[in-house]
Structure formats: C-alpha cells, structure tokens
C-alpha cells in the first residue's frame, strides 16, 4: 500500500509539473498585470526583497514608492496599469511582505 500511494504522488506531482509549463507556454502572450510584474523584475526589484512593496503596489496604487527603495521604478504605461486594474482589480492594492 505505501508503495502504491508514493506512485499516485509521483503521478500527481509530474501532472503538476506539466501543468505549470503548459501554463508558462512562450506562445502565450503576457497579460498587463504580467507586464508590470515583468517591468518590475527586469529593474532588478526580486520577491522578497521589494518586489511587490517598493515596485508592483505603487506603480498599481500611482503612489511613490517607499524612501527605503534602491531601485528607482520602471517605466510603465498608464495603459497598462489600466488594463490590468481592470483585469485585476485587486493586483497590487494589498500590502504583501516583500
């Protein structure tokens, strides 16, 4: 029995695998949030280390961004964060621990 349920584990872990990259397909054409976040990164601003707090959330709230930031924000279009707050209403509006 225990030999079976690590097999049905293993099967459920590889279908997960498949299932992310099926999901991160470079076909796929990012969304406006997946711009911002992709803006925010390519500045070099990482999760857990100001990612959401110094760069995603003030360019999503249109507020400066913490005095504490090292990272000066990337440039992003009004369109875009338009297009995502309406994709994703809330999308930068919670305060995450980064």
Do not use: N, Y
């Not at 280390?49 to 992003?76: F, H, N, R, Y």
């Not at 994709?87 to 930068?92: T, V």
């Amino acid at each position: 029995m225990h030999h079976s349920l690590r097999s049905v584990v293993g099967m459920f872990l590889a279908g997960m695998a498949v299932s992310c990259l099926a999901a991160e397909s470079p076909g796929k054409k990012p969304g406006p949030c997946d711009e911002v976040q992709q803006a925010c990164t390519s500045a070099g601003f990482k999760a857990g280390t100001g990612l959401w707090s110094e760069c995603i959330d003030p360019i999503m709230q249109g507020v400066p961004q913490p005095a504490a930031a090292k990272i000066p924000l990337p440039k992003v279009s009004p369109e875009t964060v338009s297009a995502c707050k309406e994709k994703h209403p809330q999308f930068g509006q919670k305060k995450h621990k980064s």
